[in-house]
Nanobody
Framework: QVQLVESGGGLVQPGGSLRLSCVAS????????MDWYRQAPGKERELVAG????????TYAVPVKGRFTISRDNAKNTVYLQMNALKPEDTAVYYC??????????WGQGTQVTVSS
C-alpha cells in the first residue's frame, strides 16, 4: 500500500521556523521526484518546492526562495521541508507528493501550518 505521511506542522509566530517531514512507503522512493505543495482556504494549490530522485536537484517557488529548503534522505524514504522566516501568507495545508513525470502520482494527507502573531 502506497503511503505518504506528513508531519511537523503547527502554529508559529511570524519569523519562526518549522520543519516538515514526509515518510513514504509502498513504492521505490529513490526513483521519484518529491514535491511539497500548499493550499490555503479559498486559494489554489501551489507548488512550493521539488527535489529530484537521485541527483537531489531542487526547485523553489519564488515566494519561498531563500527561506525554505527541501531535502531528502533516500535511505529513510523521507523528504523534508525546512521553513524559516515564516510569514502569515505561508499559512496553508502543506502536502507531500511523489511523481515520475510532470504529474503527481501520490499525495499525502497534508499537515496544517499556521503563521500568526
Amino acid at each position: 500500500q502506497v503511503q505518504l505521511v506528513e508531519s511537523g506542522g503547527g502554529l508559529v509566530q511570524p519569523g519562526g521556523s518549522l520543519r516538515l517531514s514526509c515518510v513514504a512507503s509502498g513504492f521505490t522512493f529513490s526513483r521519484y521526484f518529491m514535491d511539497w505543495y500548499r493550499q490555503a482556504p479559498g486559494k489554489e494549490r501551489e507548488l512550493v518546492a521539488g527535489i529530484s530522485g537521485l541527483s537531489g536537484s531542487t526547485t523553489y517557488a519564488v515566494p519561498v526562495k531563500g527561506r525554505f529548503t527541501i531535502s531528502r534522505d533516500n535511505a529513510k524514504n523521507t523528504v523534508y521541508l525546512q521553513m524559516n522566516a515564516l510569514k502569515p501568507e505561508d499559512t496553508a495545508v502543506y502536502y507531500c507528493s511523489a511523481r515520475l513525470s510532470n504529474y503527481p502520482t501520490y499525495w499525502g494527507q497534508g499537515t496544517q501550518v499556521t503563521v500568526s502573531s
